[in-house]
């Protein structure tokens, strides 16, 4: 059965500490499709990354990057140097290509707090 | 582009009453969804769609109707609202891709509901 598991509910940091976020999926889909989304205080889910199963090349946007890892099943994702505008819940999901019909399976969320 | 428009933000029902959650898509997705959010709970799908006049139930369908007469909208009704329908509501649309799965989805910006 399709699963992501965010093991960190929550997470405290001081403005320009590293942080990283852990996600685990389970699925026995060969192809598939993962996911970071993240949640400001304002309310509103903002796409961050997409990554296909077949492409475990790590990714790294300006401060964030994401390590795939499909030997444990994990895509976690590193803020580096985090700010204040970091804070926000980040969702970790996945997309089966056989049988999910679209849908996207979501962890329970990680909410990060960046202290000035 | 106007992405996925939903409506109302806010809305405050008596039990009983009834009402239509909007959702609209400019971006010609296949895929439309709706979910709740509550606390603690994550993400959690009500209803979704693959394609004009084709719906299907999600984790928690119960108590909600939808219907998609057109790939641009994707209404949700509560039939008879109930306090445990209280929640945050986000329609969702996307591209399948070509071999299955979701290419990720673009949310709206979220409905408060309050029932009371």
């Known amino acids: 059965a399709q699963k992501v598991t965010q093991a960190q509910t929550e997470i405290s940091v001081v403005e320009k500490e590293d942080v990283t976020l852990d996600c685990v999926y389970e699925?026995?889909?060969?192809?598939?499709?993962l996911f970071w989304y993240k949640q400001p205080p304002s309310g509103e889910l903002v796409f961050l990354i997409r990554r296909n199963s077949f492409d475990e090349q790590n990714e790294i946007s300006g401060r964030y990057s994401w390590n795939f890892q499909k030997s444990t099943s994990s895509f976690n994702f590193t803020i580096t140097a985090s700010q204040v505008v970091d804070s926000a819940v980040y969702f970790c999901a996945l997309s089966e290509a056989r049988g999910s019909q679209g849908n996207l399976i979501f962890g329970k969320g990680t909410k990060l707090s960046v202290k000035p | 582009n106007a992405g996925v428009t939903q409506t109302p933000k806010f809305q405050v029902l008596k039990t009983g009453q009834s009402m239509t959650l909007q959702c609209a898509q400019d971006?010609?997705?296949?895929?439309m969804s709706w979910y709740r959010q509550d606390p603690g709970m994550g993400l959690r799908l009500i209803h979704y769609?693959?394609?004009?006049?084709?719906?299907d139930q999600g984790e928690v369908p119960n108590g909600y109707n939808v219907s998609r007469s057109t790939t641009e909208d994707f209404p949700l009704r509560l039939l008879s609202a109930a306090p445990s329908q209280t929640s945050v509501y986000f329609c969702a649309s996307s591209y399948l891709a070509g071999t299955g799965g979701s290419l990720g989805y673009t949310f709206g910006s979220g409905t408060r509901l309050t029932v009371v």
């Open positions: 699925t026995r889909d060969t192809t598939y499709y």
């Open positions: 971006m010609n997705h296949e895929y």
């Open positions: 769609s693959v394609g004009a006049g084709i719906t």
